[in-house]
């Protein structure tokens, strides 16, 4: 049964998540949608749990979370998350304008004898009170979305949703890795793309898993995702989702970068009618699981692989 936490809205000022000394954290990243990411994901947190590790999985792709679909998880907590937004005290203003001048995102302004406020532009970092001379901004908590939290067989399950038309993700996926889980595994699946959403899921990683598929959009947003990775610095290798022989070009980008290609999943019609069905690749297939338990090992001792 649904528990609705009596506890105030979850509100986390950006930079606030750190890594909670988990023994291993593995994102599950990829440069466009689409490409399996969830997949691997999933099946990751089923061979780790069933090698009798305790295993946490957080779905931080909190605009389209559907890990829930394959773990089926029991959700018991579902929690408020909000985001930190000025309040003008318009008797206390004195319309000098600073907190305007400060705000690298338009979210305050001084339009005319008024300041405007416009919290879906906010990010929250809370310069505007900072430097108000008269004190006459306070922050308040917004909502923008929920992380909901439960437990799928012996895997801890956490996801975040974020409401619909809020335009900025990063706080949710903040309050998705502040669930305090005590795991030997912590399985993150990301977002798509390569913007703040991933960069936010990403940080505290200790090894990174970019999914990809054998096209020439796969190809091209893997090289964005390679640039990205190596950025932040973080060790990662390469997934192949749909392997097929046209996959040259992906495997000649990974040879020429010295990207290690961890697995590459065949493209098997049978693989995506069980997709289709909500069933993981582990339970449909004695291959699939000896497979994905080999990935895990990879990504759980890396060696050598790219960093």
Not at 6 to 31: D, E
Not at 123 to 152: D, F, M, N, Y
Not at 284 to 290: E, G, N, V
Request: net charge neutral.
């Amino acid at each position: 049964m649904l528990r609705r936490s009596a506890a105030p809205l979850l509100t986390l000022r950006k930079g606030a998540f750190q890594p909670t000394g988990l023994r291993m954290q593995i994102a599950i990243a990829s440069g466009k949608g689409g490409t399996g990411k969830t997949t691997v994901a999933t099946n990751l947190a089923y061979v780790a749990s069933r090698r009798g590790l305790s295993v946490a999985y957080l779905d931080c792709d909190v605009e389209a979370p559907n890990g829930h679909i394959f773990l089926r998880p029991q959700i018991t907590e579902r929690e408020t998350v909000g985001n930190l937004v000025p309040q003008v005290d318009h008797q206390r203003c004195t319309l000098c304008g600073r907190c305007g001048e400060i705000c690298q995102y338009s979210a305050i302004a001084l339009v005319g004898q008024q300041v405007l406020v416009y919290p879906e532009l906010c990010h929250g970092c809370g310069g505007c009170w900072l430097v108000c001379p008269e004190k006459a901004i306070t922050e308040v908590s917004r909502p923008i979305g929920v992380v909901e939290t439960g437990q799928a067989g012996s895997i801890q399950f956490a996801r975040g949703l974020l409401n619909v038309g809020e335009p900025m993700s990063p706080p949710v996926i903040r309050a998705v890795k502040a669930v305090r889980f005590e795991a030997e595994v912590t399985v993150i699946d990301a977002p798509p793309g390569t913007s703040c959403p991933v960069i936010e899921s990403l940080r505290g990683a200790d090894f990174v898993l970019l999914v990809t598929e054998p096209t020439p959009f796969g190809l091209h947003d893997l090289k964005l995702a390679v640039e990205m990775v190596r950025a932040l610095k973080l060790p990662f290798g390469v997934v192949i989702n749909r392997a097929t022989e046209d996959g040259r070009p992906t495997r000649s980008f990974c040879e020429a970068q010295r990207v290690a290609i961890l697995a590459e999943i065949p493209d098997d019609r049978k693989l995506a009618e069980a997709y289709a069905r909500g069933v993981l690749a582990c339970d449909f297939s004695d291959q699939y699981r000896t497979q994905f338990s080999r990935l895990l090992e990879s990504a759980r001792a890396p060696g050598k692989e790219s960093a």
